[in-house]
């Protein structure tokens, strides 16, 4: 076990910092996304977007972005969904092919990811829904919808609570992509922690009402729950500024 720890790098962490460090790697893809992308504008004009101002105007009203980034995410979403099938929505394939270079192969990390953009659940990411998943990871954005989006990323089966199997399931990917091998009893003890401090009505799960009382606790929970690019997108998008045509 301590030699697990010190691998990880968490040997002095508590249970709540562990619980974030496991979704590091699934918070982290975000911004991958943006990092790469943002790259292919210095290169790249963006293309004209067809949304008119009052849609853009819409679309931005109930998120913390101006009108002018929600244009510099359009293009964004376009780079995205246009890099193998070009029909204006981003398919799983494509999101794969962004964060990891390739179109094959299962990731539990992505496949959180494409599910919680997917409002919809018809297997693709459309714009409006791109942009209210990217609003909750605004500086700017509501500490609840921080809160509520992190237990979304454990309720693997989406039941309305996060089971012991579902942090088990989290915890072998992690430790698959970090290219660890640790013995069933390591990941036990581990999971034994982190319900004997999260699930405080001992009922087996932690519920919305344990989570919020556990991220109050560790707010280290949600510290990858915010994208500082997000805060200015323009400046992200150096590019972009000299081919938006909102004047804001």
């Given at each position: 076990?301590?030699?697990?720890?010190?691998?990880?790098?968490?040997?002095?962490?508590?249970?709540?910092?562990?619980?974030?460090?496991?979704?590091?790697?699934?918070?982290?893809?975000?911004?991958?996304?943006?990092?790469?992308?943002?790259?292919?504008?210095?290169?790249?004009?963006?293309?004209?977007?067809?949304?008119?101002?009052?849609?853009?105007?819409?679309?931005?009203?109930?998120?913390?972005?101006?009108?002018?980034?929600?244009?510099?995410?359009?293009?964004?979403?376009?780079?995205?969904?246009?890099?193998?099938?070009?029909?204006?929505?981003?398919?799983?394939?494509?999101?794969?092919?962004?964060?990891?270079?390739?179109?094959v192969g299962k990731n539990l990390f992505l496949d959180r990811v494409f599910?919680?953009?997917?409002?919809?659940?018809?297997?693709?990411?459309?714009?409006?829904e791109f942009i209210h998943a990217l609003s909750v990871f605004h500086p700017?954005?509501?500490?609840?919808?921080?809160?509520?989006?992190?237990?979304?990323?454990?309720?693997?089966?989406?039941?309305?609570?996060?089971?012991?199997?579902e942090v088990k399931q989290m915890v072998v990917a992690t430790l698959l992509?970090?290219?660890?091998?640790?013995?069933?009893?390591?990941?036990?003890?581990?999971?034994?922690?982190?319900?004997?401090?999260?699930?405080?009505?001992?009922?087996?799960?932690?519920?919305?009402?344990?989570?919020?009382?556990?991220?109050?606790?560790?707010?280290?929970?949600?510290?990858?729950?915010?994208?500082?690019?997000?805060?200015?997108?323009?400046?992200?998008?150096?590019?972009?500024?000299?081919?938006?045509?909102?004047?804001?």
């Open positions: 076990m301590a030699s697990w720890n010190s691998s990880l790098g968490l040997s002095s962490l508590t249970i709540g910092e562990r619980l974030c460090a496991l979704a590091i790697p699934l918070l982290g893809l975000l911004e991958v996304v943006f990092v790469n992308i943002s790259r292919c504008f210095d290169s790249d004009r963006p293309r004209r977007h067809s949304y008119s101002l009052d849609e853009l105007t819409r679309i931005a009203k109930d998120t913390p972005f101006s009108v002018n980034e929600i244009e510099a995410l359009l293009e964004l979403y376009k780079k995205l969904s246009s890099s193998i099938i070009d029909d204006g929505l981003i398919h799983k394939e494509e999101l794969q092919l962004a964060l990891f270079r390739k179109t599910d919680l953009f997917d409002e919809k659940k018809n297997g693709v990411i459309e714009f409006e700017c954005a509501p500490m609840e919808d921080k809160i509520n989006f992190a237990f979304k990323l454990y309720d693997l089966r989406q039941t309305g609570y996060i089971e012991r199997d992509e970090s290219g660890l091998s640790v013995s069933n009893e390591a990941v036990k003890a581990i999971l034994d922690k982190t319900f004997e401090d999260a699930d405080i009505d001992k009922d087996g799960k932690i519920n919305k009402a344990d989570w919020n009382v556990f991220v109050v606790r560790h707010p280290m929970l949600l510290k990858h729950m915010t994208l500082q690019h997000l805060g200015d997108v323009t400046t992200a998008f150096p590019s972009f500024i000299f081919n938006t045509e909102v004047d804001e």
